[in-house]
């Protein structure tokens, strides 16, 4: 979500804590190895960039930006993503793509809205960073300018985006449970650092922050106004009494359990990533799905 004023409760420690950001903004050596493109496609699909960085309805190019993303706090446009070295991120140093996916953080120093998902792309590694910068640098350049925000002041004002992310951001790539299996770790990086499904699925305060204790739980202000169900296991509002055969089904093709399709945004997410994703990844996100918190949140639309 954008950027948004601070509470005033919690402004006391704000300059340390963007201190803290600041220091981390610098990343480490690159990994060892040549970036691999071909990987870098499937990590593509698994973040999900085609549905956002293209608008579709525009008839624009592809990954040239342009999509509009109504929000509660204004409209955002996507950026153009190609390599084109104008407009796009033809420029980047691999060092720049890894500071703007990981702390929000564009190669000129100024702060992005977290509109952009960059708090759930903090945790992605290094390795798969590099692998999807290759990847996007052999897609075909476009020439096509960024339109700028159309945000309701004062969540367009970038000064305060380092207020924002001292209250609700956390940089650093994911962390692996050694007590888990290795299947529950992969379901964790894909739902939170990849796919990044708690920037839709997690409803927010009015500051844009996640609200604590209500991961994944659902929201009736989701983008473009959508109503983004609740997907934890709770079984009377969430996916509790869900087969993980139909909990597949519905990530592949997009068929609910009663014969009907998921439409609007979820509909591109599955056209775009969850349907291109392998078996076995699908079968993490839902072993991972299966293990969060169960939240009781009823997601309906208030009557007029």
Known sequence: MPALLPRAARLPGLASAVLVIAAVVASGPAPAGEPDPVRGKYLFAAAGCATCHTDKKGKGAPLAGGRKLKTPFGVFYSPNITPDPEYGIGKWSDRDFIRALRQGVAPDGRHYFPVFPYPSYTGITDRDLLDLKAYLFTRPPAKTANKPHDAVPPFGWRFLVPL????????????????????????????????????????????????????????????????????????????????????????????????????????????????????????????????????????ERKKK
């Not at 001292?166 to 529950?184: H, I, M, N, V």
């Not at 139909?246 to 997009?254: A, R, V």
């Open 164 to 299: 924002w992310k001292a209250l609700y951001f956390t940089p650093g790539p994911f962390r692996a449970d050694p007590e888990r299996s290795r299947q529950w770790n992969r379901g964790a990086y894909l739902v939170t650092a990849l796919g990044h499904c708690g920037e839709c699925h997690t409803p927010r305060d009015v500051l844009g922050g996640p609200l604590p204790g209500m991961a994944l739980a659902g929201t009736t202000k989701g983008p473009e106004g959508g109503l983004i169900p609740n997907i934890t296991p709770d079984k009377e509002t969430g996916i509790g009494r869900w087969s993980d055969g139909d909990l597949q089904e519905i990530l592949k093709s997009g068929m609910l359990p009663d014969g009907d399709f998921v439409g609007d945004v979820m509909g591109d997410v599955v056209d775009e990533t969850t349907g291109r994703l392998k078996v076995a990844d699908l079968k993490a996100i839902i072993l991972y799905l299966r293990s969060v918190a169960p939240v009781f949140h009823r997601i």
